[in-house]
T-cell receptor, first 114, second 112 residues
Framework: GENVEQHPSTLSVQEGDSAVIKCTYSDSASNYFPWYKQELGKRPQLIIDIRSNVGEKKDQRIAVTLNKTAKHFSLHITETQPEDSAVYFCAASLDRGSQGNLIFGKGTKLSVKP | KAGVTQTPRYLIKTRGQQVTLSCSPISGHRSVSWYQQTPGQGLQFLFEYFSETQRNKGNFPGRFSGRQFSNSRSEMNVSTLELGDSALYLC???????????FGEGSRLTVL
């Protein structure tokens, strides 16, 4: 089955700096890669996702890149702000419409220092 | 539109007991997934249901089971509880299988 590795497990940056979180997946057939943000004591929420037919996707200060050959994808946050502090989870799934489930990485705790 | 509702939010059980957790998905969502969240292990997939059928199951022992009703509400059951079952159990619904997950606030289970 699918296995997702996520690095680093913790990341501390100064406000205004960029943050990068990297994930690798094992199943080359996986074709859907979402990122979820979980603030302390709250539920995980989708912040951005990418499908295997796209190499990069941006949404304001957040971007995700996908390298299918190397089987890895990354989350990039620019101009970090204290409210970006949270645990971020990457995930991968094989979306065939009638099969598939999201397999998550173990998370990255991002701390943005003012 | 109401979000995903999980009950109970908190519960304490002792080893050997069983527990049933309930999840009401967002109206119109027919896919429900369950995850176990523990510190250091992230979100581990338990199972996914769609139209009352279990479509996928994670790598958990048979003590973990679930079901989905015709109104898309779902329950999961853990029998013969062990200390290691202490965790936050998250339910998520989706408008379609393998679509965006909308999580509930979770049921925090403590096994003593």
């Amino acid at each position: 089955g699918e296995n997702v590795e996520q690095h680093p497990s913790t990341l501390s940056v100064q406000e205004g700096d960029s943050a990068v979180i990297k994930c690798t997946y094992s199943d080359s057939a996986s074709n859907y890669f979402p990122w979820y943000k979980q603030e302390l004591g709250k539920r995980p929420q989708l912040i951005i996702d990418i499908r295997s037919n796209v190499g990069e996707k941006k949404d304001q200060r957040i971007a995700v890149t996908l390298n299918k050959t190397a089987k890895h994808f990354s989350l990039h946050i620019t101009e970090t702000q204290p409210e970006d502090s949270a645990v971020y989870f990457c995930a991968a799934s094989l979306d065939r419409g009638s099969q598939g489930n999201l397999i998550f990485g173990k998370g990255t705790k991002l701390s943005v220092k003012p | 539109k109401a979000g995903v509702t999980q009950t109970p939010r908190y519960l304490i059980k002792t080893r050997g007991q069983q527990v049933t957790l309930s999840c009401s998905p967002i109206s119109g969502h027919r896919s429900v997934s369950w995850y176990q969240q523990t510190p250091g292990q992230g979100l581990q997939f338990l199972f996914e249901y769609f139209s009352e059928t279990q479509r996928n199951k994670g790598n958990f022992p048979g003590r973990f089971s679930g079901r989905q009703f015709s109104n898309s509400r779902s329950e999961m059951n853990v029998s013969t509880l062990e200390l290691g079952d202490s965790a936050l159990y998250l339910c998520a619904s989706s408008p379609r299988p393998s679509g965006e997950l909308f999580f509930g606030e979770g049921s925090r289970l403590t096994v003593l």
